[in-house]
């Protein structure tokens, strides 16, 4: 139900909704021998039935306004369905300008004129009930909206004293009982509102205001009501779409696709990257007779999702399987690159000072508080990462000295303290052997979470040198992962098809895309 100059705004708190990946090691592991090459082969050009999950794109045409609009409608459904099922904080809000922005500015004149207008009719001699009328026809309209289906009792009460025919003819004859049918509104909208709305229901009931601000007010409230409907069916169909989710989304996909050609341009090139980082990492071997052993499914779309890790929008579009979760995925991108940040600075930190500083974990706790702290924000364009490294660098050696003088260690030599400087400073630097270490121990621990079959086992399970930020990378990893699991049971059958292609192309096609067969599929159930 659209607002006016409302729009629905949604928090990504990290509580998304997952599901547990049914998947063996075994089976990710297809590409070490020749044999996995005649499974996968049998795999993808067994004939399935079901035509739901068979995704197939349009030859290239030209599209018409109409075809445009309908994928456009299709895409905006989608994603509204996919933020409701992933984000359980997802709700309406009205909008709040910026205190001094131009938008709000021009708002708030506007709404002055309209009612300085009303107020101005009513006060002549006679009154003018023009703008109150229009008024009186609005809120009728929205009083009628919040009525349920058969409660023909309320529609008829509601029609009879917001009955604009008659209203009209007792303006021209200046009969209008305002404060009447004001009061009528008011007790309407208490049977209507939610609980929470009740305390604004009876300051409107006991308003001493003139009837202009009161029917300001009335408006207000009845923006309130409206938003907190639209949040009751939102909360309703969270509830639907959690059981029937991702058949919904996997057919307004569908629909996308049938519509809209070269519609898995982006998600194509994404997997195929995926393919040949694989293949290129190959050695032939006898057992493949000297030729290259094809990856198996379970890898190449594996691989492809950890590419995510460290996807950059801004040179490569994200595959369009996964524009409904581009803010989600920038968001584990950016605590992901801060507890990275974090963790090399304690590691440098530890292995500068050494000895006087083990196995102190409130030391180590407060350290990286502050370097987290300080590095907030360092994804964005303008943040001056070096600059902020320079502010850590200076505030862990005086923690660092307060701690060393209290347990009777000399404080840090000013030579110490610049080399510990240059060093966390470095790790801006891409080839910094510290950041390579982390980003590769992390990657491991990706890898070990994506492809494990019980993934939550291996969530507390970190790499060496990764223990200062267990918890956060627990916490992140929980959050990939839910966003995988989610995503492999919705376009699985898109990505066993594109996979099919790029693998055997010289082959002939299969009559259906890979099912969710438990034996090889991408499709996590």
Known sequence: MPLKNEGPSSTSSGEEQGSDVESSSERCDSMTSASDLDCSRESFTSDCSSKHCSPSSSPPKTLTLNEVMESAKDLSNLSIAHEITMNPNFRLELNTLPQDSLWKLVRDNVHKAFWDILESELNDDPPVYGQAINLLEEIR????????TGNNRMRTQITDVLDMDLIRQQA????????????FIITTMGKFCAPVRDEEIKKLQESTDNIVSLFREIFRVLDLMKADIVNQTINNLRTVLHKHG???????????????????EHTTS????ALEELQS????????????AAPGPFQIIHTAFLSLLTWDCSKRPLPETLMTDETRLQEIQWQLQR??????????????????????????????????????????????LEEALEGV?????????KSLT???????????????????????????PIRTLVEDRVQLYFMALIFAPKPEVKLEQVPAGLTAIKPELALIGAKFNSLVNYNKMVYGPFYADVIRKLLFSGSPPAANPLQDDPKDSVISK
């Not at 309209?141 to 349920?148: G, K």
């Not at 994404?270 to 990257?273: Q, T």
């Open 406 to 432: 209290e347990r009777g260690y000399p404080a840090l030599s000013p030579a110490l303290q610049e080399a510990l400087k240059g060093q966390i400073c470095s790790i801006t630097q891409k080839d910094n």
């Open 339 to 384: 507890v990275q940040a974090v963790n090399e600075v304690l590691l440098i930190v530890n292995s500068t000072i050494g000895g006087p500083i083990q196995g102190l974990s409130s030391l180590s706790d407060r350290l990286k508080r502050m370097t987290s702290v300080l590095l907030e924000g360092m994804h964005s364009p303008d943040f001056k």
């Open 270 to 273: 994404w997997i195929k990257s």
């Open 393 to 401: 660098s200076a505030q862990i050696s005086c923690e660092l000295n």
């Open 281 to 292: 990492a190959v050695v032939p071997t006898e057992q493949t007779k000297g030729q290259r």
């Open 172 to 183: 021209d004859n200046d009969a209008v009982d305002i404060q009447g049918l004001a009061s």
């Open 141 to 148: 309209e929205i009083l009628l909206s919040f009525l349920i």
């Open 246 to 264: 991702v058949e919904y989304e996997r057919a307004s996909f569908q629909s996308i696709l049938d519509k809209t050609p070269n519609a898995l």
